[in-house]
């Protein structure tokens, strides 16, 4: 097993050189069958390498040769015991933990602003969940994810939690810090799973935050992906752990994955450790260089400005400083509208934007002209838009929900209605309901709908600001569980 090979890049390779007849799906046969004007733009070499399960290529479900091999030098590379290649992302990733982990009736310690595949997860597995709340930065206009010191608390007060799941890093590539909190699990027996959705290139260089492997996380799933050079969609989860069954493991990652994956995504999987391993530490060097450039042009200018390492490590937490976190509130614009400014004006696309900030992420191939492009193109924005302070102000609301149904009962219920959100007080959410900012949920399947719960989603309502889940333009009725 050595890491200068890729096993299943280079089968799938193969295969494709050799221009083998295609009696098997895809239909597209070769490429041949591809759309005129897709295949013009493309080429058509790729499409030999979308091939189907067949014995040379291996079984993503069974494997006995090259993905074998492949997850078997991913393991390695991410000094774990097992790592499983994933072809719908860090989402089934999230499900697969909670389902590995847990079973129907635990409970599980989350953040209330864990991805929304967490809550698939949390459906899917029948765990209760208990929901800490994210601690908000006014100064940053970010979210913090749980700190150890929320963990312990919340152990202290549901002892009979079975998992730790946290999410690090965030999106803003905040990492908790996941040495003290595994300290915290392993002395009272839980399992800490981790999203490491944002972070998987955090092991293959020294100046990047403590990874969930290093850490000792029992499962992380991370999204090859987002960061290294793995096509979209290419995920992994890694499995280090004596309370986790991997027997298990193996039956819920082949319980929630198609049984036609995708041959370039797993092949690229392979090809992005081989190229983590032998050259990520020098490849993240000039990434972490360009990131850093970019942040000391960016804290020049006036209106704009990004935090550094060091405000974050002053908050108890860490940053992966690969990930720029642009706050623009200076310029009178919304991070949205400046988001809109950069894709139309400067052809440039950043990975998120909310009303405070823009979030650019780099990644294995990011490199300086592009980097200066997206620089350069906040220097003109912050020479043109000098609008005075807005005053938004990044909070939440003072709410205490309680959850008095399971999420996953909630979900397979054959009864629930719609009421008027004065009607509400009382009944039990079916539905999800989450006004941006903050992007935390007010209401999640199974929690009792309060007096200041309906006054606050009723005042948003007022003030015409959109909560993702409401149904129609604007949030006049509620969907609860009707009496049974
Ligand atoms: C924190 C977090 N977890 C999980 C996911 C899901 O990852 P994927 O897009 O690879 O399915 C995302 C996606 O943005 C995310 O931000």
Partial sequence: MRHDRAPLFETVLNHAKNRVVSFHTPGHKNGRGIDRRLRQFTGRNLYYMDVTVFPEVDSLHDPVGPIKKAQQLMAMAYGV?????????????????????????????????AHKSTMAGVILSGVWPIWIQPKVDQNLDILFDSSPEQIEEALRLFPEAKAVFVTSPTYNGVTADLVKIKEICRARGK?????????????????LPVSAVEAGADMCGQSTHKILSA??????VHLQSDLIDVTRVRKVVSLLQTTSPNYLILSSLDAARRQAV???ERILERVIRYAENARKRINQMKNVNSFSRNDILARGYDLDVTKLTVNVTRTGLSGHEIEDILAEKYKVQVDAADLFNLIAIMGIGSDKSDVDRLVDALADIDHKYKGG????????????????MNPRDVFLMQKSKRVPLSKAVGQISAQTLTPYPPGIPVLIPGER???E????????????????????????????????
């Fill in 191 to 207: 399992i800490l799973l981790v999203d490491e959705a944002h972070g998987p290139h955090l092991k293959f260089h020294k100046d």
């Fill in 231 to 236: 096509l979209s969609q290419g995920s992994v």
């Fill in 389 to 404: 302070a807005q005053n938004w102000v990044l909070q939440i609301p003072e709410l205490t929900t309680e959850m008095v």
């Fill in 81 to 113: 015991e097992h790592s499983f290649f994933l072809v719908n992302g860090s989402s089934v990733a999230n499900m697969i933990m909670l389902m590995s982990a847990c079973r129907p009736g635990d409970s599980v310690i989350i953040s209330r602003n």
């Fill in 453 to 484: 719960i309906v006054n606050y989603l009723a005042d948003l309502s007022d003030k015409d600001i959109r909560v993702v889940g409401q149904e129609g333009d604007a949030l006049r009725t509620i969907k609860v569980v009707a009496a049974r």
């Fill in 278 to 280: 032998l050259e990520g």
């Fill in 449 to 451: 709908i309060t007096k």
